[in-house]
């Protein structure tokens, strides 16, 4: 660290607490040659208050004092709030082992050894101011760091109340508009029914089209309020049987499995901690998928389960059109759809429904795919 000349201002004050400072002539006079600023206290008692008034840089304490010596001394300092973080350094005599490890125990930082040795005690008195001031940086970056943890859980709150908000938001939009639009549909096909060839054909055409249209927004509608639903109507987990789950899938799915031919066969699925009727969904979306996206061949569709890690990783695989590796992440967001509703149908709301359903269960959704050859859908839940 070398020798310095510190300005009037920055320059260091020491404590010096002896009950006999006229000994200690030699050390004040080469600390103030180093730029330091020298304060002297006789005994304990004057030393904590010197120090409380001053506020040193650093504490030079002597052990041996008649009245309060100087571990209780010490122990005083580090009570109080004011200088309890200002280091202190014990002089004592050289053979006293006892009194250096009860100087640590009082809250020292170090000792120096009596006589003492004037460029050892500068040399570790540097040491101690710059190890002091990392200390106080450190304590500056770590309160700033708590602000910006706090301001940043404060922020991550409101994001959630808003999403909440906005979730309800769509619940209650959603679920209004399902009334006018019932009515706009259902007259709009009475008119179809009751004027039909009465008008010419192109109204015909055209209420056709309006008729279409309503029925759409009512599919939209219906899924935008089960998309909504997971958050705004979501059951507390219990242990849930996925074997189970997936039976009653299967059946709630027999006309299209039926209709498609499909096979399915199922690995050991296991017991998760889960909303039954969510997992209920996401596997009967995935199923579903597996089944509307086939190809020209007999669909086979595998649902199966291994634990990995803490999670179970669960696979619905299919034979069917698989996706291009462009749409793996695309397919999971709100609406969005690879085909023409003429092709498929379906809204594209499906997947999102499964990505919300998975992360509320703590897991992750991913699909794996070669286009003409088939897709497995890959999800986790915690075991
Ligand atoms: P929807 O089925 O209503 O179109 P989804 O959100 O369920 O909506 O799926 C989004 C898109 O992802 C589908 O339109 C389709 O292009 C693609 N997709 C989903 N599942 C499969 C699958 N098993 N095989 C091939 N493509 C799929």
Redesign the pocket.
Known sequence: MGSHAPSEQDAKTILIIDDMPANLGVLTTHLEREGYIAVVAQGGEEGVERAEFVRPDLVLLDVMMPGMDGFETCRRLKAREATRDIPVVFMTALTDTSDKLAGFAAGAVDYVTKPLNGAEVLARIETHLALYGLRQQLAAQNEQLRHEIAAREETQAALLRSNTELEQLAYVASHDMQEPLRMVASYLQLVAQRYRGQLDSDADEFIGYAVDGAKRMQALINDLLAYSRVGTKARPFEPTDCARVVDTALSNLRIAITDSGATVTLGSLPTVMGDSMQLLQLFQ??IG??M??KRDEPVRIHIGAEPVGEFWHFSVS?N????AAE?FER??VLF????GRGE?P???????ICKKIVERHGGTISVE?QPDVG?T?HFTIPR
């Open positions: 979306n995935l998928n597996a509307k996206f299919d069917g059109i698989g996706i749409y397919i999971f969005q759809r690879l085909h498929y379906g809204t594209g709301i499906g997947l999102a795919s897709s859908f």
